[in-house]
Structures are given as structure tokens and as C-alpha cells.
């Protein structure tokens, strides 16, 4: 995988492409794997389960009234609208939408794979910060319905409909009560190799900017036009970028 690096990503007609990105981003549809370092202690070496990682990954219960895969278990992200520049942001636009994210933003969205008619995206956060109400938020279910088919080490998220859970507990989920995204497991492990890849070959920790999110009403609600809010990501040489 490509170094992680400061630069400005290369902007195209249509999209751009960031240097850690596995490939062009394409105006298709986005989705999100958002990882946060595990909370707590290390993970068991003894586990059952033999992929093991400290990080946690934050799935969303889709609503029992979606017309695609109603109540299942899923990653953050849905089709492209027409103003969406690329597919990352497409998937930036539905996290703020499902989520209510305002800050924490430890990486910026990089591609890792893409599907037929779908590019997927790893997103890496600190301490995030949520709206109290997320736009869209009617198209999640109750999280606490889930739990019961869910290992004990889920922690149900400040997102309404979300659920972090440990990236090596994934495979303990009950998938006969809780139907699952097609390939969500696939998915989250190569968003966690592309994301260690990164950090191998960069030999250091992913740096961790300062995220500042301006709304104009400063209510916390997020809008799906890019002119509405502004992210400043402020790093070490005191440069703002946007996403």
C-alpha cells in the first residue's frame, strides 16, 4: 500500500484521488468502515477467534422499514446523489446524514476495495463527537433490539442505531438472528489490513489532526451540500485542508 502522506490529494475533472487510496475513487456509490483504537485492555490472546485486532469497527442496524436489506447488521453508506463530486463523498455525506458525526476525525476516508457499483472506504476516529439527532436517523433501528444476538463485547454507540464492536469479535455475532450485510466480515478485515499497511510502511502511528466543524447554525445538524459546513482538518504544519 501506498505511504501515508501529508499532501494534497490529485484532483481530476470528476474526482480525486488521495496517495493512500488503493485506486480512484468513481462516482458510484460509497460505503464507510469506521474504526476507532479498541477501548479498555488489549484484545485476549486466547480468544477463540484467530483474526484478532485493538481496534473496533461501528456498525449500523438498518431499519426494518428499509426497502434494502431491511434489520440487518451493516457499515455506514448508500447510493450516490447527484451533486456527490465522487463516492467518498458519497460516504462522507451518508455518515453525517445516519450518524450526526461532528468531529473526531483521526483519518480521512481512504479506498480500500470496490464493488461492481459500490467503493468502500476506512475511516479512522478519536473520541468522536455526534449530533443528539442524526438527519436520517429513521433509517436505523433499535440498536438494544440487537444486543441479544450480539457477543457482550459490543458497546452500544452515541449514535442512535450504531453499535461499536471489536473487530475480532466480528465473527461471534449471531447471524441466525441477526442477518448480516453480504460480505460485512471480508470488508471490515480489509479496511483493518489497509489501514495497518499504512501504518507499517509509514512507521508511525496515523496522525491525528485537529477537526473543527463550522455549521452555520452551530445546532450539530449536518447538511448533504458540501457549501453548508466546512471541515478544517488543522495538522502539525498548521495548513487546513478539506476533505
Not at 8 to 24: A, I, L
Not at 121 to 145: N, S
Not at 179 to 198: K, T, Y
Request: some cysteine; hydrophobic content about 40%.
Amino acid at each position: 500500500p501506498a505511504r501515508l502522506a501529508s499532501t494534497r490529494p490529485v484532483v481530476s475533472s470528476t474526482c480525486y484521488m488521495d496517495p493512500n487510496d488503493s485506486c480512484p475513487p468513481r462516482q458510484v456509490n460509497g460505503q464507510m468502515v469506521i474504526l476507532r483504537k479498541r477501548c479498555g485492555d488489549a484484545p485476549d490472546t486466547a480468544h477463540s477467534n484467530t483474526y484478532l485486532s485493538p481496534l473496533e469497527v461501528l456498525l449500523q442496524l438498518r431499519s426494518k422499514h428499509m426497502p434494502v436489506m431491511p434489520g440487518h447488521l451493516a457499515t455506514i453508506g448508500g447510493m450516490r446523489d447527484p451533486g456527490d463530486q465522487d463516492s467518498r463523498a458519497t460516504a462522507l455525506r451518508e455518515v453525517r446524514e445516519e450518524t450526526g458525526l461532528l468531529g473526531g476525525v483521526a483519518m480521512l476516508p481512504l479506498k480500500f476495495a470496490e464493488g461492481a457499483k459500490c467503493d468502500w472506504y476506512v475511516m479512522k476516529v478519536d473520541k468522536p463527537r455526534f449530533a443528539a439527532h442524526a438527519e436520517h436517523r429513521a433509517e436505523c433501528g433499535d440498536i438494544q433490539v440487537a444486543l441479544p444476538a450480539l457477543p457482550t463485547s459490543a458497546v452500544i454507540a452515541e449514535c442512535y442505531g450504531h453499535v461499536w464492536l471489536p473487530v475480532s469479535d466480528l465473527a461471534a455475532i449471531d447471524t441466525a438472528r441477526l442477518p448480516l450485510m453480504g460480505g460485512l466480515l471480508a470488508r471490515v478485515r480489509g479496511a483493518v489490513e489497509h489501514l495497518n499497511g499504512l501504518e507499517a510502511a509509514d512507521a508511525q502511528q496515523v496522525h491525528e489532526p485537529e477537526v473543527i466543524v463550522i455549521d452555520d447554525e452551530d445546532t450539530g445538524g449536518m447538511s448533504g451540500d458540501a457549501g453548508d459546513d466546512a471541515v478544517l482538518i488543522i495538522g502539525d504544519d498548521d495548513k487546513a485542508q478539506e476533505p
